[in-house]
């Protein structure tokens, strides 16, 4: 790897400053024709981009979780560059990233938008999964269309030059931040990206060529010592970062003895705006019903994915199971829950310094279970005993699986409140119910999904589907603040471009294909609840992930039907 100098990240700067200037003066379509480009050299690299960020993870070839690098790499890039042509086109005709999505009431005096499937190709794809996003109460609908756009509603204003501060665990997060970066912001960016993606680096270069050549964006590699060169340049007006809330508050306040001082008379070194989403513990709340062997098995495989997925190294990673000490199931399910976390397919611990927090979740828990040869913790404890695991987001294979007290709505309340109380940081939470509870809820639930104070909550899904649907907004929820950090600063993905966020919310199916085809898999609403996708593709149990995943891929990239058929018969095997 070439060195990286003071000399060439100021050569950067001073390339982007040119960018900076020329970026307003590109209308609107000929944005749009932009991304005719990068989906195209997207679409070049998708195969390299995630070879190159499997192996670097090490799963080799013939490893049965390569899959996930096509679904958080390639797939994520590409369904995200599409969601912004359209917007773009949208709006160089006159029209609103609006038109033709439908709005309702949500509780609290909000609005919401729901802005997935948007399509019919999400609709084959994404079977039975829907997403919407919730407005900040008492924002008008007037006002929701109006502001719709954000930068792009005033494209010849210069937005200056952003960092990223890329993460270093999922590949394509540092593609998505540049482009929100460009087009929330009209900002032209400087990407450093976390050595852990130094390999994947040359993939970047070619799959963003588009914006590279003009000058609009800049990659750079280097540590610490280089991201805090690029934060403390004057010709940077904004930063950004996806990482741990330590890193942001080394950034902004410092470090040593005077770090505190400075936080507590807010006294910022950072002398410029920053955003960042940080992570945090996300809950997993199961509210008991009366579930089916199936039901059982298949949701156990579910909460398995949400903690294994990448290795558990996630910000989105479910980290701590909430169930009802009174639920009759609660042994059963807990017994498909170890069989799962055992089972699952044995990959390496791979996030640097994700060791460390395996040992330290078993120095806080010694009498916790091990798995898979001891790279996997499962943690049982009671409220008393979970203020390590509800406050520490391991980052590693560790699972946490806590009781409350109470049945229906009450176990719910109860649950809502804990998560929103105990549990560090506020990016996501998943709520597992079966459509017969929820229908005997009614509005209660909805209600309670209102109290829970998370910027994507999942219902019967995993926030990872939030993250991956790029016309959701992602982030934690308002109100932090650079002193009280929680998960972060502002949102990122939204690529309908709205104002006045609030939240996410995402549904899926409690039962895939073909039990989704039961009476018992009733709506809330009276409505099936209903699903042609059977074991998801992302989840670590699919038998046929990998190959499912790069068709998914390779359909978003040339909408090929026929080459599309064998993909959904293997889906059917997964």
């Known amino acids: 790897m070439p060195e990286v100098t003071v000399a060439a990240v100021d050569e950067a700067l001073?390339?982007?400053?040119?960018?900076?200037r020329s970026w307003p003066h590109l209308t609107l379509d000929q944005r749009a024709r932009l991304f005719d480009r990068l989906h195209a050299t997207t679409a070049a690299v998708a195969a390299e981009w995630a070879d190159v960020a499997a192996t670097s993870k090490g799963l080799e070839p013939g490893h049965p979780l390569r899959g996930e690098e096509w679904l958080s790499g390639p797939y994520a890039a590409v369904v995200a560059i599409d969601a912004y042509r359209s917007t773009l086109r949208a709006l160089a005709r006159g029209g609103s990233p609006l038109d033709g999505v439908r709005t309702d009431a949500a509780p609290g005096d909000r609005l919401r938008a729901h802005v997935f499937p948007a399509s019919a190709v999400d609709g084959l794809i994404l079977s039975g999964y829907t997403g919407e996003v919730w407005f900040r109460p008492g924002v008008s609908l007037e006002d929701i269309r109006r502001d719709a756009g954000l930068g792009q509603l005033t494209p010849t204003e210069p937005g200056g030059i952003g960092l990223v501060l890329g993460a270093g665990n999922v590949t394509s997060i540092p593609v998505l931040d540049v482009l929100y970066e460009l087009l929330a912001h009209n900002r032209v960016v400087v990407l450093k990206v976390n050595p852990t993606q130094d390999a994947v680096v040359p993939v970047f270069e070619r799959a963003l060529a588009p914006l590279i050549e003009p000058g609009f964006l800049r990659i750079v590699r280097g540590g610490g010592d280089v991201g805090a060169h690029l934060a403390s340049h004057p010709a940077i007006g904004h930063v950004h970062i996806t990482g741990a809330a330590p890193t942001f508050d080394t950034i902004v306040w410092g470090s040593g003895a005077q770090a505190a001082r400075r936080k507590r008379e807010n006294r910022p070194l950072l002398k410029k705006p920053i955003t960042a989403e940080l992570g945090g513990v996300s809950p997993i709340i199961i509210v008991p019903g009366e579930w089916s062997d199936a039901d059982l098995r298949f949701q156990a495989e579910h909460v398995v994915t949400m903690r294994l997925y990448n290795s558990g190294h996630n910000c989105i990673a479910g980290q701590v199971v909430i169930l009802s000490s009174d639920w009759p199931q609660r042994?059963?399910?807990?017994a498909e829950v170890r069989?799962?976390?055992?089972a699952a397919p044995r990959r390496s611990v791979w996030y640097p310094r994700s060791d460390e927090k395996l040992a330290a979740a078993a120095s806080d828990y010694p009498d916790a279970e091990r798995c898979a040869d001891g790279t996997r913790l499962l943690v049982e404890t009671g409220p008393d005993g979970a203020r390590a695991i509800e406050s520490t987001e391991y980052f590693a294979p560790v699972l946490g699986v806590m009781s409350l007290p109470g049945n229906g709505q009450e176990f719910l309340?109860?649950?809502?409140?804990?998560?929103?109380?105990?549990l560090a940081g506020t990016l996501g939470a998943n709520v597992l119910i079966d459509?017969?509870?929820?229908?005997?809820?009614g509005e209660g639930f909805e209600r309670a999904m209102e109290r829970l104070r998370y910027g994507t909550i999942s219902i019967n899904s995993?926030?990872?589907?939030?993250f991956l649907t790029p016309t959701l907004a992602w982030g934690g929820y308002p109100g932090a603040t650079a002193q009280d950090v929680q998960s972060g600063i502002g949102i990122v993905h939204n690529a309908l471009l709205?104002?006045?966020v609030e939240r996410s919310v995402t549904r899926g199916p409690f039962r895939p294909f073909p039990r989704s085809l039961s009476p018992r898999a009733l709506g809330a609403s009276g409505g099936r609840a209903f699903s042609v996708l059977p074991k998801p593709p992302w989840f670590v149990t699919s038998r046929t992930g990998t190959e499912v995943s790069a068709g998914f891929t390779r359909f978003r990239i040339d909408g090929n039907y026929a080459a599309f058929a064998p993909v959904l018969l293997k889906a059917f095997r997964a």
Do not use: C, K, Y
């Not at 309340?413 to 105990?422: K, L, P, T, Y």
């Open 462 to 466: 995993w926030t990872a589907f939030g």
């Open 14 to 20: 001073t390339q982007l400053e040119t960018g900076s």
């Open 435 to 441: 459509p017969e509870t929820q229908a005997a809820l």
């Open 413 to 422: 309340d109860r649950a809502v409140e804990h998560a929103n109380d105990a």
């Open 339 to 342: 069989r799962a976390f055992e």
């Open 498 to 500: 709205l104002d006045h």
């Open 331 to 334: 042994t059963a399910f807990l």
